[in-house]
């Protein structure tokens, strides 16, 4: 799909004052830190995506946030990839998140908004370079 932009939805599970961050593996940003989220598929919501790319990828219980969502436009200039990244928040409600995609995810763990690793994905880094904080709303 060279030369077309795709549409990316990344999930801001929030649990008390952090928010969960899994390390990429296998795809564009390999070894870094990102939120849960995927690719939205034809004629899917953003909130319908973000749900099930969660339970796809990490198993958690969580309840979306039904508000209009933030955006980012992100290049990839090294792997000639070009992604508008929809973010959708969600509380946390419960569960261990485990790694249930091991050819797309080392691990998961959680941060606070303001103690990320410094090795964030492209879309983290521009979503927080905006001035961006899913505390504040």
């Known amino acids: ?6 549409v990316g939805v990344g999930v801001i599970i929030m ?3 952090e928010i969960l961050l899994g390390r ?6 390999s070894g870094s830190w990102s939120f849960p989220g995927g690719h939205l598929e034809m004629y899917e919501s953003f909130f319908d995506c973000a749900a099930r790319e969660t339970m796809e990828e990490t198993g958690l219980e969580i309840d979306i946030i039904k ?6 436009n992100d290049f990839f200039k090294k ?4 992604y508008v990244t929809v973010y959708i928040r969600a509380n946390y409600i419960g569960g261990e998140a485990k790694i249930l995609e091991p050819d797309k995810c ?3 763990d959680w941060f606070s908004w303001d103690s990320m690793p410094d090795d964030i994905f492209i879309p983290v880094a ?3 370079r905006g001035g961006y904080n899913p505390f504040v709303k």
Do not use: C, F, Q
Request: proline share 6%; net charge positive.
């Open 106 to 108: 080392y691990g998961w």
């Open 24 to 29: 990429r593996k296998g795809s564009h940003g």
């Open 79 to 82: 792997e000639d990839k070009h």
């Open 126 to 128: 521009n979503l927080k």
């Open 15 to 17: 649990r008390d004052d």
């Open 1 to 6: 799909m060279a030369g077309i932009p795709r």
């Open 67 to 72: 508000e209009l969502p933030v955006v980012t």
